[in-house]
């Protein structure tokens, strides 16, 4: 995915957000392998089912036109102009949660006093993909990230439905010797292993396009998953889940816990710690036993 601009700022000072409005078109189709867009004002394609969603940094009537003309089989539905911020719900600032700094690259990490020198950096860019780290689900992981690496030594971790690479990164930040980050969406892949190339990971931290029901089976002592409930109800029913040492299972409404929770009873877990925020979203935090 590129970038539309690069904005040079001087020394100290917080940064213009490269992606400023975006100009979107929405088609039903795919686009083929030899019909990917190049031009440099093309920021990135999110795919959702049969549907195609375009983004550019500038208009692209022309482009899409071209692309319509090779690709017959596509149909342009519908356009929009927005401002990133509006697309992604929130200005994506930097900020700080338990042992880490998150910040996204155009934004100076002076910003930060020194006395924060202690926490670990985390450049964060999230480009189309939602997951600035600013959801409850998200900053309870980061907490059971701590808590895991804290328990944990030399530990290896799997995170299934990694957006835009977080809690991989952040695994890897507490000391994971190495992670695999899995996204079923192409987009949040490529997002994700832009990221560990942009905090220098990708020694460690290794993103993967798949699914997360088919990824469970990978060996690693820490399983993160914040992800939908009814992939996370495969999850917990798969072999490969007791086969991990610690969990971390996030992004779950107040009956998909208690559910996953009665789960829990009939095997050879202890939970460790449950998060609730607002009385919706929950977190829960253990660890199998036989391990």
């Keep these: 995915m590129r970038r539309p601009r690069n904005h040079q700022n ?10 400023d409005n975006l100009f979107i078109y929405y088609l039903n189709g795919r686009l083929t392998p030899d019909n990917r867009i190049v031009q440099d004002d093309f920021i990135g394609n999110w795919e959702e089912g049969e549907d195609s969603v375009l983004f550019f940094s500038s208009p692209a009537d022309r482009q899409i036109e071209s692309l319509l003309q090779r690709q017959p089989q596509l149909k342009l539905l519908d356009y929009y102009q927005m401002p ?17 700094r998150i910040m996204p690259p155009w934004q100076e990490a002076n910003r930060f006093h020194e006395a924060d020198d202690r926490l670990s950096p985390i450049s964060l860019d999230p480009g189309l993909v939602f997951g600035t780290g600013t959801h ?3 900053r309870e992981c980061l907490e059971a990230i701590e808590l895991a690496a804290g328990a944990l030594t030399n530990f290896t971790a799997v995170d299934l439905g990694t957006g835009t690479g977080l809690l991989a990164l952040a695994a890897a930040r507490v000391g994971a010797r ?6 079923l969406n192409p987009l949040a892949a490529e997002t994700a292993n832009r990221n560990v190339y942009l905090n220098q990971l990708q020694n460690r931290v290794l993103i993967i396009q798949g699914r997360a029901e088919e990824m469970i089976t990978c060996h690693a002592d820490l ?7 009814d992939v996370m109800q495969l999850l917990v029913e798969s072999r490969g889940f007791l086969a991990k040492k610690r969990f ?4 779950l409404l107040r009956g998909e816990s208690k559910h996953i929770l009665n789960k829990l009873q009939s095997y050879p877990v202890n939970t460790l710690k ?3 925020k607002d009385g919706i979203w929950h977190t829960i935090y253990g ?3 036989q391990n």
């Design 10 to 19: 001087s020394p100290g000072q917080i940064g213009i957000c490269p992606y």
């Design 84 to 100: 990133y911020d509006q697309w992604l719900g929130e200005t994506v600032e930097s900020f700080e949660h338990g042992a880490f």
């Design 136 to 138: 409850p689900t998200t």
């Design 178 to 183: 190495a992670v695999i980050g899995v996204d």
């Design 223 to 229: 399983l993160i998953a914040n992800i939908h409930f």
């Design 248 to 251: 971390i299972l996030s992004g």
């Design 274 to 276: 449950q998060w609730t």
């Design 287 to 289: 660890k199998v036993v």
